[in-house]
C-alpha cells in the first residue's frame, strides 16, 4: 500500500510518510529471515550464502529493470514493487509454519550478550559499514549524474557490484572454511578504503563505475562473515536479537549518520567529499577489527584470519 500511494501522490509529505511506513514494515524482515535460514539449514551459516544470494539475483534483475525504465516511467518501478510485495505477502501466508523449541532469551541473557566485547565489536563494525555503503547506495546515481555520466554507468556499477556481490555468497561457505568469518568481515573493510578513496578521488566515470564491482566483497563478504560470526558465537535464543541488532546498526544508525552528513554539505564537490569521508570511515573500522579479533600473542595466523 505504501508503494502504491507514494506512486500516486504528488505531496512529498505523503510520500517521505509512505517510504517511512514501508522501511518500518520492512526493518524486522530481514533479521527473522537470516535467523530462520540459518536454522533451518543442515549446515547452517556455510550454507546460508547460497540461498541468501537468490535475494541478490532478484534485486540485481530490479536494478536492471529500473536503470533502463527510469527515464521514462518514473512511477512503474514503484508500482511493480508494490505487486511483488504483495506476491510476497500471498507466498509467506502459504508457507508451513515452522516449529522450534528454542527458549527465548531473558532480558540478563540478552544484556549479557551485548555486554561481549565481541558481539559489540561486529554490531559496531555493520554501522560503519553501512556509514560508508549509504554513500553508494543512495548517492551514488547523484554523482555520477554530477561527472556527467550516463544513467547507463551507474545501472553498471550497481549491476556488476551485485554480480560479484552474488558469485561471493555462493562460495561463502568455501571462504568460511578458507579465511573464516571474521577474515572475510577483514576482507570486506579493507577493500573498502581503496574502493572509496578511488571513487572520491579520481573524475573519470568508467574507472569510478568499475571500481564498484568491488561492492559485491565489501557488503557481500562482510554480511557472510557477519552473520557466520554471530550464528557460531551467540546462544541459540538470543541470536535473532543478534542479528536484529546489526541489521539495525548496519542499515539503520549508519546510513542515517551519512545522509545526516550529507545535509551539511554545499556546492560543486560535496559528494566527492562524502565518498572521502567512507574512506576515512573505512581506515576506523580495519583498526577496529584488528583491535577486537586481535590473534593470540605468539600465535602465527594467516593474515584475514583469527
Excluded at 43 to 71: H, K, L, N, P
Excluded at 90 to 104: C, E, H, I, Y
Excluded at 192 to 209: H, K, N, Q, S, Y
Excluded at 211 to 238: K, R, Y
Aim: glycine share 10%.
Amino acid at each position: 500500500m505504501s508503494s502504491i500511494v507514494a506512486a500516486m501522490t504528488d505531496n512529498w509529505v505523503i510520500v517521505v510518510v509512505s517510504f517511512a511506513l514501508l522501511a518500518l514494515s520492512r526493518a524486522p524482515m530481514i533479521p527473522l529471515v537470516d535467523a530462520l535460514t540459518v536454522a533451518a539449514l543442515d549446515q547452517g551459516a556455510a550454507e546460508y550464502g547460497r540461498v541468501r544470494m537468490w535475494g541478490s539475483v532478484c534485486f540485481a534483475a530490479m536494478v536492471f529493470g529500473v536503470g533502463t525504465q527510469i527515464d521514462q516511467v518514473v512511477d512503474t518501478p514503484l508500482l511493480i514493487n508494490a505487486l511483488l510485495l504483495s506476491l510476497c505477502a500471498l507466498w509467506t501466508w502459504s508457507l508451513p509454519q515452522a516449529k522450534f523449541q528454542a527458549r527465548l532469551a531473558g532480558f540478563s541473557e540478552l544484556r549479557s550478550v551485548f555486554k561481549d566485547k565481541k558481539v559489540a565489536a561486529v554490531i559496531g563494525l555493520g554501522g560503519l559499514l553501512g556509514t560508508m555503503h549509504a554513500a553508494y547506495d543512495f548517492l551514488f546515481s547523484l554523482y555520477m549524474a554530477e561527472l556527467g555520466a550516463p544513467t547507463s554507468y551507474a545501472t553498471a556499477a550497481f549491476i556488476g557490484g551485485l554480480t560479484v556481490e552474488v558469485t561471493v555468497m555462493g562460495l561463502s561457505g568455501w571462504l568460511l572454511r578458507r579465511i573464516g568469518a571474521v577474515g572475510m568481515m577483514r576482507l570486506a573493510i579493507w577493500v573498502c578504503i581503496p574502493r572509496f578513496l578511488i571513487t572520491g578521488a579520481v573524475e573519470d566515470p568508467l574507472l569510478i563505475t568499475a571500481v564498484q564491482f568491488t561492492h559485491g566483497v565489501t557488503f557481500g563478504a562482510f554480511w557472510m562473515g557477519a552473520i557466520a560470526w554471530l550464528s557460531d558465537n551467540v546462544p541459540e535464543q538470543a541470536r535473532n536479537s543478534a542479528q536484529s541488532a546489526l541489521m539495525a546498526s548496519a542499515a539503520g544508525l549508519g546510513p542515517l549518520v551519512m545522509l545526516l552528513s550529507a545535509t551539511t554539505l554545499e556546492g560543486t564537490g560535496a559528494l566527492r567529499g562524502l565518498f572521502l569521508l567512507a574512506a576515512g570511515v573505512a581506515v576506523v573500522a580495519a583498526f577496529w577489527v584488528q583491535v577486537a579479533f586481535k590473534s593470540p600473542k605468539g600465535e602465527s595466523k594467516n593474515p584475514l584470519n583469527i
